[in-house]
């Protein structure tokens, strides 16, 4: 693995931990519940993502996209599966999208300024 990734790690780990430490901030039921599912997928998401880019990064452009797109499939397949667990459970799917895609978002930004920052210094 790269050693380069551990602030990458590090900065994701602390998205993931306030976006789960969050949770606590809406009221319970079914709503929640459908919140703390999409965070927690999308955390779960984050880091094989992040641990994909990792092991792969060291193998040139082919690593990168093998990572990238290890990452977006994983993610996909937890999206979807999650998203019918939502309806089933709590009926609640907006709020499940829109957990997963707050904890997305920040965490696609880490593993993007991972590959740039440590391919740049390699140039």
């Known amino acids: 693995m790269n050693p380069r990734v551990g602030p990458y790690l590090g900065a994701s780990a602390v998205v993931c931990a306030a976006a789960v430490i969050s949770t606590l901030a809406v009221p319970a039921g079914p709503v929640r519940a459908s919140v703390t599912l999409g965070?927690?997928?999308?955390?779960?998401?984050?880091?094989?993502?992040?641990?994909?880019?990792?092991?792969?990064?060291?193998?040139?452009?082919?690593?990168?996209?093998?990572?990238?797109?290890?990452?977006?499939?994983?993610?996909?397949?937890?999206?979807?599966?999650g998203l019918v667990a939502a309806l089933a459970h709590a009926g609640a799917a907006l709020p499940f999208v829109a957990a997963f895609f707050a904890v997305y978002a920040?965490?696609?930004?880490i593993e993007v300024l991972f590959v740039v920052r440590?391919?740049?210094?390699k140039a």
Do not use: E, H, S, Y
Request: proline share 2%.
């Open 39 to 81: 965070i927690l997928t999308a955390v779960t998401g984050a880091g094989c993502a992040m641990v994909a880019l990792a092991l792969l990064i060291d193998r040139g452009i082919n690593g990168v996209l093998a990572g990238f797109t290890i990452g977006f499939f994983l993610r996909a397949l937890l999206l979807g599966g």
């Open 118 to 121: 440590t391919k740049g210094a």
């Open 106 to 109: 920040p965490t696609q930004v």
